[in-house]
Each structure stands twice: as structure tokens, then as C-alpha cells.
């Protein structure tokens, strides 16, 4: 995922979707969890394994 703003000093993220709601993505990267919005994602893939 692409933010358009910075989280926690990234933009980035490669990673397992771990939740969804209205708001929120939750994503596990290397170990650590993230709550990105759904509002500042710039663009998105998804990869099934």
C-alpha cells in the first residue's frame, strides 16, 4: 500500500491484511501492526497466495 501522508515516517507498506472495517486497514508488516485509513491509502494491490 501507498499512503498519500506519512505513517510513523513511512509511506509504504508490504504486508499481511490482518483486518478491515469501514475506517481502517490493519496490516502486519515484519511484526509490527499498523491501523492505516482507509481515507489516505493513494493505492493498493493485493497479492493472493
Sequence with gaps: MRM???VQ???KF???ITGVN???VALN???LN???EV???EKANIVFE
Design 4 to 6: 498519500r501522508n506519512p
Design 9 to 11: 515516517g513511512r509511506r
Design 14 to 16: 508490504k504486508g499481511l
Design 39 to 41: 481515507g489516505n491509502v
Design 29 to 31: 508488516v515484519d511484526g
Design 34 to 36: 499498523f491501523d492505516l
Design 22 to 24: 469501514e475506517n481502517f
